[in-house]
């Protein structure tokens, strides 16, 4: 089975400066895709980056880049020059590369506050 | 409108009533999902459809009934629920069921059983 952890419940980060949010994930897999979701207090959640497991460079999108670790089954975000538009609670998300099957699995969030 | 979008947006209902969930998607989509979003719970996958057929159901309880008449509208069926079927209900939609495309979502129903 699939498990997708996030340890950090909360975090807090000083506006403009930097933060990473944890996650960790397990599979038998070789062959999967991570994404990191946003979901505002308004609730509609949205991609913010996405990696394929084949591909040993880190995403990027912006001020956001991640740090993934495959033998490790870690994949982190790092957030840069954090914004007041950053808070969130944001969600670590994995799918097997599997024909027939788009299935997402959730961690349960980090909420991110962005002080001032 | 654009996106996807869910409707009624809060709702507040008895043990003993019977209400939908409306999702509508203007993206184009073939593939439509049900999440239940809980406190300090990862999203739980409901229903997929694809091509207006339902392809998983992840051991959903009878209660919850969703129906997909065309590839555009999903809606989720409830009767006789409990207080613990209280949440967000995320509905979702992505090019293809059978792909990696990312998923979009909407902007949920906040459920009450009282």
């Known amino acids: 089975a699939q498990t997708v952890t996030q340890s950090q419940p909360e975090m807090s980060v000083q506006e403009a400066e930097t933060v990473t949010l944890s996650c960790t994930y397990d599979?038998?897999?070789?062959?999967?895709?991570l994404f990191w979701y946003k979901q505002p207090p308004s609730r509609q959640m949205i991609l913010v980056i996405r990696?394929?497991?084949?591909?040993?460079q880190n995403a990027t999108e912006n001020r956001f880049s991640v740090n993934f670790q495959k033998a490790a089954k870690s994949f982190s975000l790092k957030i840069s020059d954090s914004q007041l538009g950053d808070a969130a609670m944001y969600f670590c998300?994995?799918?097997?590369?599997?024909?027939?099957?788009?299935?997402?699995?959730f961690g349960t969030g980090t909420r991110l506050t962005v002080i001032p | 409108e654009t996106g996807v979008t869910q409707t009624p947006r809060h709702l507040v209902m008895g043990m003993t009533n019977k209400k939908s969930l409306k999702c509508e998607q203007h993206?184009?989509?073939?593939?439509m999902y049900w999440y239940k979003q809980s406190a300090k719970k990862p999203l739980e996958l409901m229903f997929v459809?694809?091509?207006?057929?339902?392809?998983e159901n992840n051991s959903v309880p009878s209660r919850f009934s969703p129906e997909c008449p065309n590839s555009s509208h999903l809606f989720l069926h409830l009767h006789t629920l409990q207080p613990e079927d209280s949440a967000l209900y995320l509905c979702?939609?992505?090019?293809?069921?059978?792909?990696?495309?990312?998923?979009?979502f909407g902007p949920g129903t906040r459920l009450t059983v009282t």
């Open positions: 979702a939609s992505s090019p293809y069921w059978d792909s990696s495309y990312e998923q979009y």
């Open positions: 599979t038998s897999e070789s062959d999967y895709y």
């Open positions: 990696q394929e497991a084949y591909k040993q």
């Open positions: 998300a994995y799918r097997p590369d599997q024909t027939g099957a788009n299935n997402l699995f």
């Open positions: 993206l184009g989509h073939n593939a």
């Open positions: 459809y694809s091509l207006e057929e339902r392809v």
